[in-house]
Structures are given as structure tokens and as C-alpha cells.
């Protein structure tokens, strides 16, 4: 495992960012070569980087992400970096990662992996869940606050969020806290967001608080927010990309 500060950092939930963590950097090489078959593949957002390149529309902005791994989603993360953003990225699912796409942004197109130069990931294929939920930790933790977007894919930066919020305010007989104790996952989301609470009282509320809203990329994810939504909890504007006519189309119709 590539990560700075070694590993025994993994799963101490102390609230201080760590820069990366990947399989193995010395896997960028052959990530970096994908990216760039990629790039080729995906030219609406290379026309994004042409137009609005100098613009920096994005400048300044600090996005979550929690989102497949792969050489496209590492497209995106340097389309926005592109754009001047700032990027923490996590995988929003154990097994999808690329390890070579996920060494490659952390290394950064310009670096090595003696020099990493790179957008801080957390991401590896085969996580447990306890890495999993570090990992969407560590991507949502911008030091004292949190993101100003999330870019979501099933809801569980969003749900963190939320659930870490009602923690913070009703303690464990919050509703969305204790609704999670009926699964193994859920056991192992409630003593991650018992040790951020720990860590730094009052974290949740102010990282909240910061987000402009959220951009939700898939059904589970978007029932959630409508749960949220309906129950008069969503705490920040949320964005349907599911239910988009162009994403539906390249999920249901063209299979990409």
C-alpha cells in the first residue's frame, strides 16, 4: 500500500489529512497511458479545458468527490483541477477501482512517484469496509471545514455529512444514527463518525454548513436525497444527475 504517512495512519480517524492512498504509485506509469486513451474518448470534457482553461471559473472551489476509480473518472478530476479547482477524491465502491488510475492522479501528470505531484486520492480495489469508510472520510476532510461540492455516486459522502450533523446535534438517539446499527456497514459507518465527533466536536456542523450542494449520479443515491428532502433534512441544494435525459441515455441505451 502507497500511503503518506504509512499505513498504521489507516482508519485513525483523527481529522488530519493525508495526501494519498493507493495501491501502488509505481503503477501511475501504466495509469497515466490509460488516461491519455481516455482523453480521447471523453471530448466534452477536453473541450471544457480548452474553453474555460484560462477563465479558472473554478478557482478556489474545494470538491469532494465520491466516485467509480477509473481512467474516465481521473479525466474528470483533472478537468476540474483544469479549471481550478481543488480535488479530494474517494471510490464510492470496493471493487471498481482502477489502481493504476488511482496512482496516476495521485502522482499527477507532471510527477513521478519518487516526487508525487498529484490531487489527493483514497482508493484501492478490494477495500474492507473500514478502509472504505476512512477513505470517504479522508476525502471529505479539508481541515478545519469541509467541501464547497460533492460530486456523489450512491450517496454516502452526502449521507456522512448528514448523519455526522444529527450525530453532533442529538447525540446517538438520532434517528439517521440509529437506523444504521441494523447492518454490518452501517456499524462500521456509526464508529467512523464516532471517532470524526471525537476527533473534532462540532466538524460536521461547520463542513455542512460550507456545501454549496451536491450533484447525485445514481438511483440509490438520488432516493436518498428525496428521503432528505421529504423529511425536510437536506441540508444543501442537490442536483439529479441520474434522472438526466444524456446520462440515462449513456447508461440504459448506449451502455458506457
Known sequence: MSQAGGPAARHRLDMKPVRYAVRDLKLAAAGRHQIKLAEQQMPGLMALREEYGAAQPLKGARITGSLHMTVQTAVLIETLVALGAQVRWASCNIFSTQDEAAAAVAVGPEGTPDRVQGQPVFAWKGESLADYWWCTVQA????????????????????????GRDLELEGETAASFVSLAGSAEGQV????????????PGWFGRAVAGVRGVSEETTTGVHRLYQLADAASLAFPAIN????VTKSKFDNKYGI
Do not use: K, Y
Open 140 to 163: 471529505l476532510t479539508w481541515g478545519e471545514g469541509g467541501p464547497d461540492l460533492l460530486v456523489d455516486d450512491g450517496g454516502d459522502a452526502t449521507l456522512a455529512l448528514h448523519v
Open 241 to 244: 444527475v441520474n434522472d438526466s
Open 189 to 200: 459507518i456509526q464508529e467512523a463518525l464516532r471517532q470524526v465527533e471525537a476527533a473534532r
